[in-house]
């Protein structure tokens, strides 16, 4: 079984909406949660980043844990057309920073 | 942030030759660093640790001969890829841990196209 799995989409939005991302994981010892965007030939950038359970809100972007369902979030607001771009939950399962990476939901915004 | 640099960003050779990618820490240190191998539409793939000082350690499945590393310095980490062949045409991205807990910085990757 995949320690973490993600929807890989493809997923198409009009300008505006709200874009909802989520992963699931198996492993209920996991504390660290992230998000990488990812553009189109190019290295993943670390978005959003979160410890145990809860939401973490940064601009147009939140991120929430629920550690009783394993199951993480990213919610998107107002989404634009250069918020198009591949999105990968990644959770740390050891501790020489190993990353455990959801397989990526590609989202188009369209203008 | 850290800057994960890579070069060259795009490299084409032929089957049989062997190719070198170099992954740079542009303005912070790194003892370790990853290199991750990426499929059209598909997750990255963890390689290897690459570890300043000492070998690297492979994933399993991945052929150490194969994909030669070595961290020269506390800023530049290489991957060889030996004799390559087209199915080890990919994106390959390296990336080193980052100032927050378990977080990685990641280069922009390297395209490799063995014809």
């Known amino acids: 079984q995949k320690e973490v799995e993600q929807d890989p989409g493809p997923l198409s939005v009009p300008e505006g909406a709200i874009v909802s991302l989520n992963c699931t994981y198996s492993n209920s010892a996991f504390q660290y949660f992230m998000w990488y965007r990812q553009y189109s030939r190019k290295g993943p950038e670390l978005l959003m980043y979160t410890y145990s359970s809860g939401n973490k ?6 991120a929430q844990v629920d550690k009783s369902s394993k199951y993480i ?8 057309p250069s918020d198009s771009a591949t999105y990968l939950c990644a959770i740390p399962y050891s501790n020489d920073y190993k990353l455990s990476f959801g397989a990526g939901t590609t989202v188009t915004v369209r203008a | 942030g850290a ?15 062997s190719v070198k990618i170099e992954c740079r820490s542009l303005d912070f240190q790194a ?7 990426q499929f059209p539409k598909k997750s990255l793939m963890l390689m290897a640790t690459s570890n300043e000082g000492s070998k690297a350690t492979y994933e399993q499945g991945v ?3 194969k994909f030669l590393i070595n961290h020269a310095s506390l800023t530049l980490s290489t991957l060889t890829v030996t004799s390559a062949h087209p199915e080890d045409s990919s994106f390959y991205i390296c990336s080193a841990p980052g100032t927050v807990s378990f977080t990685q910085y990641f280069g922009p990757g ?4 063995v014809l």
Do not use: A, N
């Open chain 2, 63 to 65: 052929e150490k001969d």
């Open chain 1, 73 to 80: 979030s990213l919610f998107i607001r107002d989404s634009q």
């Open chain 1, 57 to 62: 809100e940064d601009g147009r972007f939140t």
């Open chain 2, 3 to 17: 800057v994960v640099s890579q070069h060259p960003s795009r490299v084409i050779c032929k089957s049989g030759t």
């Open chain 2, 31 to 37: 003892t370790t660093m990853f290199w991750y191998r």
């Open chain 2, 110 to 113: 390297t395209r490799l196209t």
